[in-house]
């Protein structure tokens, strides 16, 4: 299992995931999967981002996540 913090500035970014839980502990925007699902994101909101998802993470507040994945 690996633990961590990530943070991401105020913008758009995209990325290809590995399997993760997270919880937001500060800011807002939305991540949405090329296959039609997102999550608003904001302050005490716990997603699932299944592997090899292509994810776009808009974000209009700065935003800290802590993020768990299985090795």
Do not use: N, Y
């Not at 970014?13 to 904001?42: M, N, P, Y």
């Amino acid at each position: 299992m690996e633990v961590g913090v990530w943070e991401h500035s105020v913008g758009v970014s995209t990325d290809v995931e590995v399997e993760e839980v997270f919880v937001v502990l500060s800011g807002r925007g939305t991540v949405t999967c090329d296959s039609g699902g997102h999550i608003e994101l904001a302050p005490g909101v716990v997603g699932l981002l299944p592997m090899g998802a292509q994810t776009t993470w808009t974000v209009t507040e700065p935003l800290r996540k802590v993020w768990i994945t299985l090795s």
